[in-house]
């Protein structure tokens, strides 16, 4: 794999050294390459034509990642430093762009591209992206461009993306992708490393999973080659979960009432206030979803289901996600944490009811060991209608399991 690694550094170093020199970078050399790869996925960028003519990727993934201003973005394998530059326009003064490559006359072609552009907010450093050279957690977003298929390592460059982001924190790249009918002998006959090496989307998905993303997307976009494409991949590192308190009361109960106007949180329609909501839930195990800005993203929290001291490890629980953050794993990882916390505590049941139609929440429970016991029919009016509820259940494995019972 060194072998590979040093064939991909000189390659892209002796088109640096071109690209220095004035002479273009010569990479670019297949039929068809500049139709397909490029600076051709930045049409209509504010760029000079020297900077954009260094692009060698397949695609443009700051139209994948919605950068916003304020952000830190990191741009894996960043070349000539193109994504950099256009990211470091986005994120403003007050955001930062960094470019990461791991050969040097890469980085001096990117370095000299940033003082002619007169860009302040943007710096590029020497690594791999196996081993990233960056802090734990301090990236909002993480950007590469048909760079990962070249790595020899792709679950370690995978789990380094995991470390660098900060809860709530996104990746939106492009990369090549394998067809599904791709054949060892056909990746053996490449001779171009990004080539070879390509995986296939199930497997790029599959991997991201394992390294903890959540919300993972992957898109095949156009062809780049005999069974190769580029792809569009977006995933999001879960979010944070921390206890709540007071200080997130506002925003609490605005992700509250966004889940009543849905129709299908609750049989209420409106949020009480502060002193209400805190007098009605259990002042253990609760907590909320902060984003990479430290915003809420959802919540979760428990009452008591009686008096009774058999009930005493039985609770009743609410989980809300705000509407913009769904599909991020915020629910996984509030359910997570309220197992957690309430399993500490000796806690051995947590259930609730859910309507029948809410399918996403009754998909997140069954996911996070929640079953389904049985239907309360025509329990209760809401918006004028009778409605029914399905009574949910998660019984610990953990805490007050008979050791004689067989598995569930």
């Given at each position: 794999?060194?072998?590979?690694?040093?064939?991909?550094?000189?390659?892209?170093?002796?088109?640096?050294?071109?690209?220095?020199?004035?002479?273009?970078?010569?990479l670019?050399?297949?039929?068809?390459?500049?139709?397909?790869?490029?600076?051709v996925?930045?049409?209509?960028?504010?760029v000079?034509?020297?900077?954009?003519?260094?692009?060698?990727g397949?695609?443009?993934?700051?139209?994948?990642?919605?950068?916003?201003?304020?952000?830190?973005?990191?741009?894996?394998?960043?070349g000539?430093?193109?994504?950099?530059?256009?990211s470091?326009?986005?994120?403003?003064?007050?955001?930062?762009?960094?470019?990461?490559?791991?050969?040097?006359?890469m980085?001096?072609?990117?370095?000299?591209?940033?003082?002619?552009?007169?860009?302040?907010?943007?710096?590029?450093?020497?690594?791999?992206?196996?081993?990233?050279?960056?802090p734990?957690?301090?990236?909002?977003?993480?950007?590469?461009?048909?760079?990962?298929?070249?790595?020899?390592?792709?679950?370690?460059?995978?789990?380094?993306?995991?470390?660098?982001?900060?809860?709530?924190?996104?990746?939106?790249?492009?990369?090549?992708?394998?067809?599904?009918?791709?054949?060892?002998?056909?990746r053996?006959?490449?001779?171009?490393?990004?080539?070879?090496?390509?995986?296939?989307?199930?497997?790029?998905?599959?991997?991201?999973?394992?390294?903890?993303?959540?919300?993972?997307?992957?898109?095949?976009?156009?062809?780049?080659g005999?069974?190769?494409?580029?792809?569009?991949?977006?995933?999001?590192?879960?979010?944070?979960?921390?206890?709540?308190t007071a200080?997130?009361?506002?925003?609490?109960?605005?992700?509250?009432?966004?889940g009543?106007?849905?129709?299908?949180?609750?049989?209420?329609?409106?949020?009480?206030?502060?002193?209400?909501?805190?007098?009605?839930?259990?002042?253990?195990?609760?907590?909320?979803?902060?984003?990479?800005?430290?915003?809420v993203?959802?919540?979760?929290?428990?009452?008591?289901?009686?008096?009774?001291?058999?009930?005493?490890?039985?609770?009743?629980?609410?989980?809300?996600?705000h509407p913009?953050?769904?599909?991020?794993?915020?629910?996984?990882?509030?359910?997570?944490?309220?197992?957690?916390?309430?399993?500490?505590?000796?806690?051995?049941?947590?259930?609730?009811?859910?309507?029948?139609?809410?399918t996403?929440?009754?998909?997140?429970?069954?996911?996070?060991?929640?079953?389904?016991?049985?239907?309360?029919?025509?329990?209760?009016?809401?918006?004028g209608?009778?409605?029914?509820?399905?009574?949910?259940?998660?019984?610990?494995?953990?805490?007050?399991?008979?050791?004689?019972a067989?598995?569930?």
């Open positions: 794999m060194n072998a590979d690694r040093d064939a991909v550094r000189d390659r892209y170093a002796t088109a640096a050294r071109r690209a220095l020199a004035g002479e273009g970078t010569g670019l050399t297949g039929a068809g390459d500049a139709e397909r790869l490029g600076a996925h930045y049409a209509g960028e504010e000079p034509a020297e900077v954009t003519a260094t692009s060698l397949c695609g443009n993934p700051l139209a994948v990642a919605e950068l916003r201003p304020g952000e830190t973005v990191l741009d894996l394998g960043s000539g430093g193109l994504d950099v530059l256009l470091a326009r986005r994120v403003g003064p007050r955001g930062r762009a960094i470019g990461l490559d791991m050969t040097d006359d980085l001096s072609l990117a370095r000299r591209h940033a003082e002619q552009a007169g860009i302040t907010n943007a710096e590029f450093v020497h690594g791999t992206i196996e081993r990233i050279p960056l734990d957690a301090s990236v909002d977003v993480v950007i590469s461009n048909c760079v990962i298929a070249m790595s020899p390592d792709k679950p370690a460059v995978f789990a380094e993306i995991a470390r660098v982001l900060r809860p709530g924190g996104r990746l939106g790249i492009t990369d090549i992708l394998a067809g599904d009918t791709l054949t060892d002998a056909e053996a006959a490449r001779t171009v490393e990004c080539l070879s090496g390509a995986l296939t989307a199930e497997v790029y998905r599959t991997l991201l999973r394992e390294a903890g993303f959540a919300a993972v997307d992957v898109r095949l976009t156009h062809e780049v005999d069974k190769l494409h580029s792809a569009i991949i977006r995933a999001t590192r879960p979010p944070g979960v921390v206890p709540m200080a997130h009361a506002g925003q609490v109960l605005a992700v509250y009432q966004a009543l106007d849905t129709g299908q949180a609750s049989f209420e329609t409106t949020a009480p206030d502060w002193a209400t909501w805190d007098a009605a839930h259990l002042p253990e195990h609760r907590l909320v979803a902060v984003g990479a800005a430290g915003d993203l959802g919540w979760t929290a428990v009452t008591a289901v009686s008096s009774r001291c058999v009930y005493a490890g039985v609770v009743e629980h609410s989980v809300y996600v913009d953050a769904r599909g991020q794993g915020v629910g996984n990882a509030l359910l997570s944490g309220l197992v957690t916390s309430t399993e500490h505590a000796g806690i051995w049941t947590i259930q609730s009811g859910i309507f029948p139609e809410n996403a929440s009754r998909a997140l429970h069954r996911r996070a060991g929640f079953r389904e016991v049985g239907i309360r029919e025509r329990v209760g009016r809401h918006h209608r009778w409605r029914d509820v399905v009574m949910i259940e998660r019984r610990s494995s953990v805490v007050g399991a008979d050791p004689a067989p598995p569930a």
